[in-house]
């Protein structure tokens, strides 16, 4: 359930059970959708993360330092 005033969004839900997400591009829904990951006891895959790297190239370094786990794969840059 989500609820909008035109300036900000309230969404209400479950818990992160895993999944993937497709960033389309655009590095908030990749950064977004990595720090909900967090929470899940099931992998998320973030498709299209590379993207990241518009506005956080150290995401995945800081991520990690701060005990996050994330293998990237494929073309992605910024990790292993």
Do not use: W
């Not at 497709?22 to 929470?39: N, Q």
């Not at 006891?41 to 005990?67: Q, W």
């Amino acid at each position: 359930e989500s609820f909008t005033n035109g300036k900000t969004i309230t969404v209400t839900g479950g818990a992160v059970e895993g999944g993937t997400v497709d960033a389309e591009e655009d590095h908030r829904i990749a950064l977004a959708a990595s720090i909900a990951a967090v929470s899940s006891h099931k992998p998320v895959r973030v498709l299209g993360f590379e993207c990241h790297t518009k506005s956080y190239p150290r995401f995945l370094d800081d991520y990690r330092a701060l005990g996050g786990k994330a293998t990237v794969r494929g073309n992605q840059q910024g990790g292993s």
